[in-house]
C-alpha cells in the first residue's frame, strides 16, 4: 500500500481530492439516501489514480452519507454482518459513481477542497490513508465482498481538514473503497475500532 496524504487547499477539481464539488453535471443531481438526505462527497479522482483504464476520461466519485448533529456511524459502517451492508445498500447510505467529466455540482455544506497524494510504500501494516496493495487494518479480513471487487483505498478520517476528521462518524474510523474496474462499480463502507 502506498501512503496517502490528504495536501493543500489548491482546487483544482481534476486531480485526485477529498471534498469540493462532483463533476456530475448533466448525468445526475446530488447523490441522496433513499429517503433524499444529501451525501457528502467524500472524494473524487480520475479513475487511472486507482489504476483503471477504460479508455476515456473517467473519475471515480465517492459518496457517504454525514450528520453534524445526530448519531450515524451504525448506518455506513461494514464489519461482516449481512445486515449492516443490507442498511447501506438499502438506505443508499454510501454510493460510488464512476462517471465522465461533466460540469461542476455541489451540496452548500462541503468538504473543502484538498489534494490526495500518493507517496512511498508504507513499511508496515497501514491503518492511516492509503492506495492500492491491501487494506491496512480491515478488521474481519475474510468480509463477505464480491470477488469482483478488488480493494482501491483507505481514508482515514483524522487526516481530513479541520472540523471533518468525524466525517466517519469518529476521528479514528476508516472509510474502505472497493472497485469492480471492469464494470464501473464500486462499493464503500466504514470501519471503526
Known sequence: MRVLSIG??????????VGGVALLGSIENWSTTTSGEPLHLIASFPARFLGIE?????FVSVFSFYSKRHYFLDRVTYHGDPSEMRVIEGEGT??????????????ANTI????????ELAERAFQGSGLGGFPGFLQNESIAID???EFAL????????EGWSDIFGLSDAVGYLFVDKLAGEGLFFVQAT
Not at 155 to 160: E, M, R, V
Open 8 to 17: 493543500d487547499s489548491r482546487r483544482d477539481e481534476l486531480e485526485p481530492r
Open 147 to 149: 470477488s469482483r471487487f
Open 54 to 58: 477504460r479508455g476515456r476520461d473517467e
Open 112 to 119: 473543502p477542497t484538498r489534494r490526495l497524494i500518493a507517496g
Open 154 to 161: 483507505q481514508l482515514y478520517g483524522g487526516d481530513f481538514p
Open 94 to 107: 454510501t454510493r460510488v459513481v464512476f462517471h465522465d467529466r461533466q460540469c461542476e455540482v455541489f451540496e
